[in-house]
């Protein structure tokens, strides 16, 4: 059973458009909700993160709208540079012990020039 | 200055073969993890390791066994090697924060292990 789910698989944008992917969880018990971004041949990497407790969280072009009533949370990347062309990761995560997080499936973002 | 590394950074091997993938981390986290990802780009976390103690352990084949030295090292060992195992394996490490939540993975950057 996929506990975070992610839409959409691939996304094309135009260069300085906004690139908005979606994530949605069922697990209340989940406290943060981190974005990865990956690049072909490396691990992924911490974009942005956010608690349940805010509803949103801004860093330079890149936003996460979180809506903790619908379990739902996004991210948009402002003003979409070729150089944002990666694959990007939601998660969710709880304390086991240890922290246990739940990845999403994947969204490949191509940003065309 | 690498903050999580793995070795070797590709692998390739016959099938039936044993081999290994070290990590290492330098963050002083006390959780440690490895996740597969196959070609379609999915994350399956595989073993999750709390203060050296086993805490996740996914429907791996037994032919994967993780062994932690300590909390800074989580190796991986497998067994009779088989085409589907063919991935990029990583570790990755995290830490709770001060405040008793759960805080951010930090990733290796990969093992790419070919199986002929």
């Known amino acids: 059973q996929q506990q975070v789910k992610q839409s959409p698989q691939s996304l094309i944008v135009q260069k300085g458009g906004i690139s908005i992917i979606n994530c949605a969880y069922e697990?209340?018990?989940?406290?943060?909700f981190p974005w990865y971004q990956q690049f072909p041949g490396k691990g992924p990497a911490l974009l942005i993160a956010?608690?349940?407790?805010?509803s949103e969280k801004k860093e330079g072009r890149f936003t996460i709208s979180f809506n903790k009533s619908a379990k739902q949370f996004s991210l948009h990347i402002m003003d979409s540079q070729p150089g944002d062309s990666a694959t990007y990761f939601c998660?969710?995560?709880?304390?086991?012990?240890?922290?246990?997080?739940?990845f999403g499936t994947g969204t490949s973002l191509t940003v065309i020039p | 200055d690498t903050a999580v590394s793995q070795t070797p950074k590709y692998l390739v091997t016959q099938m039936g073969n044993d081999k290994s993938i070290k990590c290492e981390q330098n963050?002083?986290?006390?959780?440690m993890y490895w996740y597969k990802q196959d070609s379609k780009k999915f994350l399956k976390i595989m073993f999750s390791?709390?203060?050296?103690?086993?805490?996740i352990n996914e429907t791996v084949p037994n032919r994967f066994s993780p062994k932690s030295p300590d909390k800074a090292h989580l190796n991986l060992h497998i067994n009779s090697l088989e085409l589907g195992d063919s991935a990029v394996y990583f570790c990755?490490?995290?830490?709770?924060?001060?405040?008793?939540?759960?805080?951010?993975?930090?990733f290796g950057p990969g093992t790419r292990l070919t199986v002929l």
């Open positions: 956010i608690r349940p407790d805010v």
């Open positions: 990755a490490s995290s830490q709770e924060s001060l405040a008793g939540h759960t805080d951010t993975q930090y």
């Open positions: 390791y709390n203060n050296k103690e086993l805490i």
């Open positions: 963050l002083g986290h006390d959780t």
């Open positions: 998660a969710a995560s709880i304390r086991v012990p240890g922290n246990q997080f739940y």
């Open positions: 697990n209340t018990a989940f406290d943060y």
